[in-house]
């Protein structure tokens, strides 16, 4: 009798822990896989000089901010940029793609949705100065931090869309004000510099701290729509 219930005990703890193993990997592939388009900016008006691409900057923060929360599969951006490359993939498709550039990113990577975006206010201006329409940062640019009184502004646009079907099945939006005395970038034109989205210079601006606001607020909304995609 001893024998059967060591027996039945032993038998028992082979099946917890083989169900206890397998639980990851089942919450593993049960995570949707995506991959980050970097983010189109047509409608800010380009106030910095340089090549500095925002688009793929706050994109790459928002991979960052996914990878770190967990709830999605996110592919590499390089391998993401090479399919594209082979595409001929233009600036301009970043916030709609084409099907057949879907298509062919759901076919290599096996990835389930694309996210893509836009950028929609991007700057900072002092709080002596007014500026008309949407205007931000026309007398600013990104050469040198200083520390006088200003604000700046981020705003985020955000779609998840089924690769398959290039149905939309969530939109998010975010934005981020900061005004204070302190950091700001500013220097009357000058190029970004060395400065750079992932550095603690720019965290550390008022434009930094609005650029991560937006980015967290989307990136909350984005996983929050999480349930959709099931």
């Keep these: 009798m001893r024998a059967l219930v060591r ?4 038998g028992l703890a082979a099946v917890a822990m083989a169900t206890a193993a ?7 592939s049960k ?8 983010f189109e900016y047509g409608t800010v008006q380009p106030w910095w000089q340089g090549t500095w691409d925002i688009g793929e900057g706050i994109s790459d923060l928002i991979v960052d901010e996914l990878v770190n929360d967990g709830s999605f599969r996110v592919i590499e951006r390089k391998r993401l940029d090479a399919i594209l490359a082979e595409q ?20 290599v990577l096996g990835v389930q949705y694309l996210v893509v975006g836009s950028i929609t206010k991007f700057g900072t201006e002092k709080s002596s100065q007014s500026f008309s329409g949407g205007g931000y940062g ?11 009184k200003g604000k700046a502004n981020v705003a985020i646009t955000a779609r998840i869309i089924d ?11 975010g934005d981020g004000t900061s005004s204070r005395s302190g950091l700001m970038l500013g220097g009357g034109g000058g190029g970004f510099g060395g400065v750079s989205f992932d550095s603690s210079e720019f965290r550390d601006t008022i434009l930094g701290e609005a650029t991560e606001m ?3 607020a989307t990136t909350a909304k984005l ?7 099931e």
């Design 7 to 10: 027996t039945l005990a032993l």
């Design 22 to 28: 397998g639980a990851p990997a089942a919450a593993q």
């Design 31 to 38: 995570r949707p896989t995506i991959a980050v388009l970097a």
């Design 88 to 107: 001929n993939f233009s600036n301009s498709e970043r916030a709609d793609p084409s099907a057949k550039t879907m298509a062919e990113i759901g076919k």
């Design 138 to 148: 026309s007398a600013f640019g990104l050469g040198s931090v200083g520390t006088s």
């Design 163 to 173: 690769i398959s079907t290039a149905e939309i099945m969530a939109s998010a939006k």
């Design 214 to 216: 937006a980015v967290k």
């Design 223 to 229: 996983v929050a729509a999480k349930s959709r995609l």
